[in-house]
């Protein structure tokens, strides 16, 4: 299964922006689930949201709910998160990774091949 790797994390304010970006060997995308998901220091992994092979779309809505995007670019063998008005309480480190499709897209135990992670730390 393909290795993933995470980019664009970082420090921002409240209420800022970023964008993270998970890049996957060509067609990656196309053939799996991919998920984006986060995990505090102390807490468990926390799903955030999902894309599946058919481009069809999953928010954790208690959490992100409005605030988060989640796309792919199967031409640029990307997924993206796009995050706006961030809150001290998104911070996190986060992580894509992917799944066999049909498997549950929220449950961390669907996922394989999971990349290193990038930190966003969200604070004044």
């Known amino acids: 299964q393909a290795q993933l790797r995470e980019s664009g994390g970082g420090l921002v304010q409240p209420g800022g922006s970023l964008t993270l970006s998970c890049a996957g060997p060509?067609?990656?995308?196309?053939?799996?689930?991919t998920g984006w998901f986060r995990q505090a220091p102390g807490r468990e992994r926390e799903f955030v949201a999902a894309?599946?092979?058919?481009?069809?779309?999953?928010y954790n809505d208690d959490s992100v709910k409005g605030r988060f995007t989640i796309s792919r670019d199967t031409a640029k063998n990307t997924v993206s998160l796009q995050m706006n008005n961030l809150k001290p309480e998104d911070t996190a480190v986060y992580y894509c990774?992917?799944?066999?499709?049909?498997?549950?897209?929220?449950?961390?135990?669907?996922?394989?091949?999971w990349g290193q992670g990038t930190q966003v730390t969200v604070s004044s």
């Open positions: 894309v599946s092979r058919i481009g069809t779309t999953t």
């Open positions: 990774a992917a799944a066999q499709p049909g498997n549950p897209a929220a449950v961390v135990s669907s996922y394989e091949n």
């Open positions: 060509p067609r990656t995308f196309l053939w799996y689930t």
